[in-house]
């Protein structure tokens, strides 16, 4: 007869694991597209035409939204690596945190979004912000934390041990 009230976790299947495999296809497409953005944040040639006074506001701000991107795609890919260690323990923290991981991406894009605009206002010429980084981002959370918040599955998956 077993005392202990404890739960046991159940295995990850279902829908549980298209969501994990999900977000596991969104970090490796985000590591691999950080490829190019980073070649470029990493030519010493470009940094120190950057520095320079005499250098036009279209330059700066192309490079600091290059910045926003690389700097939101490495919270992405660190973000996933953790989060694949709490699977990989079936921690019950998992459900908070990918929540608020999904949040915070959210977040970062947007201001990332504003200030790519703001700046493309202030020096006066038209440069195309790309909007797919924050689309990727809100279809994420609206999908992700209803998910992770209400599943079943995913309450008996990840329960404290």
């Not at 929540?99 to 605009?117: F, H, K, S």
Request: with cysteine.
């Amino acid at each position: 007869m077993n005392l202990s009230s404890k739960p046991e976790p159940r295995r990850i299947g279902g829908c549980l694991l298209i969501a994990l495999i999900g977000l596991a296809a969104w970090a490796f497409s985000t590591a691999f597209a950080l490829r190019d953005p980073l070649k470029l944040m990493l030519e010493w040639e470009l940094l120190a035409v950057f520095a320079r006074p005499e250098t036009h506001g279209w330059y700066r701000t192309v490079i600091a939204m290059v910045g926003c991107d690389v700097i939101i795609g490495l919270f992405i890919v660190a973000g996933a690596g953790w989060l694949a260690q709490l699977v990989r323990r079936r921690s019950a923290r998992f459900p908070g945190q990918v929540q608020a991981w999904l949040l915070a991406i959210v977040v970062m894009r947007t201001v990332a979004y504003l200030l790519g605009d703001h700046m493309t206002y202030a020096i006066g010429i038209a440069i195309a912000i790309p909007f797919d980084g924050f689309v990727q981002a809100v279809v994420a959370a609206a999908l992700g934390i209803p998910y992770f918040r209400l599943s079943r599955r995913v309450r008996q998956t990840f329960v404290a041990v």
